[in-house]
């Protein structure tokens, strides 16, 4: 039965099918509420009070309560007050009269669940690379809701990388972009576009600038393990382990570990396959480097060819677009 009401972009009103046929159904409706059939067709919900008493309310009124103490609660919560739970969310490309607005940058950043995506090891490295975008170039787009929920994920992201040291290098990346973006639009307060007092961004830079001094100070604990470790593993092993890093730093932070890992870490067909799979031949074959023995120095082509050229991005979970929905979403 279609929704008929007085503004044709309402939802209308509920109508049930009854033995006279269809009926408007209207919270507490004397006309609906005299046959058991009746009654069971609008399906109300009795409540049972302490006193032994029969309150009936509708099914309606049952939910639009609930719904209410749900969002009271969640206002209440200052710790999740700005985190949603979902994975997906429709992107707006236009604005019609059914629908009015876009879907924001903002908006998108705001309903994703980013706050648990930090958690998972596999979507970390997106996340951080995602709020270092947003940092070198649409940080002036974000709402007010929007920004609470960019530091405070940023927050938890220093949090536990204190916590576990993992990858702080990228997170030093990311503050240092955000420290700079800050200052330039700081000092441009009346020619940019600021959404928010200045006191509050003042605030934030600070903040900004005692985490990177946190992470300045971090030191790696070192782990005891009597177990198998890392040099137990034969020489072809871990030749193997150096060749699945897509990192050129990683291979160099790694071979600062042991002598036996630098010596791998320094091999020249190593550094050769790294180049070969992050830049196109045409990319290197312009920036040849020799060595002193006049063969190519890969190690210094491939941090020479990353000055000029983008290098290839692998993670293990990113957000997809359906294209047919319009939505975006976690895998």
Known sequence: MPFLG?????????????????????????????GNNQLNDISHTVIITGDDEKDVYSTEDCEFAAKKRKKDHFRNNTDSQCFYREKWIYVHKESTKERHGYCTLGEA???????????????????????????????????????????NILDKIVRKVMEDQYNPRLIKDLLQDLSST????????????????????????????LWQQQLKNLQMNKQVNNGLTLMDLPLHMLNNILYRFSDGWDIITLGQVTPTLYMLSEDRQLWKKL?????????????????????????????????????????????????????????
């Open 6 to 34: 007085q503004d044709w972009r309402s939802p209308g009103w509920r109508w049930v099918k009854t033995e006279d046929g269809w009926k408007r159904c209207e919270p507490f409706s004397p006309a609906l509420e005299d």
């Open 109 to 151: 950043f705001n309903r994703l669940d980013f706050s648990s995506a930090i958690q998972d090891i596999r979507r970390f490295n997106y996340v951080v690379k995602l709020l270092q975008l947003i940092a070198k170039s649409q940080l002036t787009s974000l709402s007010g809701a929007a920004q609470k929920n960019y530091f």
């Open 182 to 209: 800050l200052c330039i639009l700081i000092r441009g307060v009346g020619k940019s576009v600021l959404v928010g007092n200045i006191n509050i961004w003042i605030c934030r830079l600070e903040t900004i600038l």
């Open 275 to 331: 180049c070969q799979y992050h830049f196109a031949e045409k990319q290197f074959c312009r920036h040849l480097i020799p060595s002193e023995k006049g063969h190519i120095d890969w190690k210094l082509m491939y941090f020479a060819l990353q000055k000029y050229y983008p290098i290839k991005e692998q993670y293990g979970d990113t957000l997809h677009f359906c294209r047919h929905c319009s939505i975006l979403f976690w895998k």
